[in-house]
């Protein structure tokens, strides 16, 4: 019998991302099934408000493995939202809590838990796992009370925090491109090296098999560490992603340099040396080229948007 895994607001882009790659947890002996606030097509949905614990715990019956999506992202309103720290607090760090307890009561072996690489925040590199962090901001303090917590959990239930970096295609930088206009063009930062920023991103195929070959793991009894970086083992230099994008789609993204300020960082590079060592069998690009394909296998621009 198929050990199932369920991912938990699947909903979004990065659910639409494993949904759509499926078939690379059917590969490794998973049953995937996907979680959303309203009713999908397809058996493969279940649905749960996201609020009453009874719906959660029907959802999680029979699941051995879940991946926690749920989480509250930053807004272009954020600066003027008085309730911000609270809205992060409650998503990121209460409701993930809420989802591992049910989860564990249910017979739950694994929980994943989608982190973020910004948690690290002002830290000195190298950014790896055995760091901390110092968060700059609410989003990513509330990823790292979630983290600290999980790791205080002593239950039967391995929980995993996902240090996720960039996720093409479900970043900020191509939609924030494909809203900009030719009158509002977006800038981006040049520093004296006369390149753009340097970032650590993952292709969003990549992002799922990596995903199905830790949940087979995690399906075998091989041991995980507790906190995992997400990306390739290169990074990506922003401007490069986005030349790659321009030549890959018929309408172009408007876009130009802008002098980086002295506080700009040039390099956010999260160290990969961990997950190489735990998943030494996944393929990460680091070729934006091809990294764009696999945007595009997903998201064609006429969609992208949706």
């Given amino acids: 019998m198929r050990h199932r895994i369920l991912f938990t607001g699947a909903n979004g882009r990065l659910g639409r991302v494993l949904h759509y790659h499926s078939d690379a947890f059917v590969d490794v002996g998973l049953k995937p099934l996907f979680q959303s606030r309203r009713l999908e097509l397809g058996p493969e949905w279940v649905q749960w408000d996201g609020q009453d614990p009874t719906g959660l715990r029907d959802a999680l019956n029979g699941i051995d493995i879940v991946v926690n999506l749920i989480g509250r992202t930053p807004k272009p309103d954020d600066a003027t939202n008085t309730n911000l720290t609270a809205e992060m607090e409650e998503v990121n760090h209460g409701l993930a809590l809420r989802i591992a307890d049910i989860a564990e009561a249910a017979g739950v072996k ?8 910004s948690i690290y925040g002002s830290a000195v590199p190298p950014l790896d796992e055995s760091q901390d962090g110092i968060p700059l901001a609410e989003y990513g303090e509330s990823k790292k009370a979630m983290e600290h917590e999980l790791e205080c959990r002593t239950g039967p239930m391995t929980c995993v925090s ?57 399906k075998d009894g091989v041991f995980l ?27 172009p993204i408007e876009w130009e340099y802008r002098k980086a300020t ?5 390099m956010v590079a999260l160290d990969a040396a961990l997950l190489d060592r735990v998943a030494p069998e996944t393929t990460r690009v680091s070729e934006v080229k091809e990294m764009v394909a696999q945007v595009l296998e997903i998201f064609p621009p006429k969609r992208f948007l949706s």
Avoid: H
């Fill in 110 to 117: 694994t929980f994943f838990a989608l982190s973020s690489s």
């Fill in 262 to 266: 002295e506080a700009a960082t040039e």
């Fill in 225 to 251: 560490p507790p906190r995992l970086n997400i990306c390739s083992s290169t990074p990506v230099r922003m401007d490069a992603l986005l030349k790659a994008w321009n030549a890959s789609v018929p309408d």
């Fill in 162 to 218: 996902l240090r996720l970096g960039n996720l093409a295609g479900c970043d900020m930088l191509l939609g924030n491109a494909l809203k900009a206009s030719k009158t509002n063009q977006l800038k981006l930062d040049q520093f004296p090296s006369g390149f753009g920023p340097l970032r650590s991103y993952i292709g969003p195929r990549d992002f799922a098999y990596l995903i199905a070959q830790l949940a087979r793991k995690a």
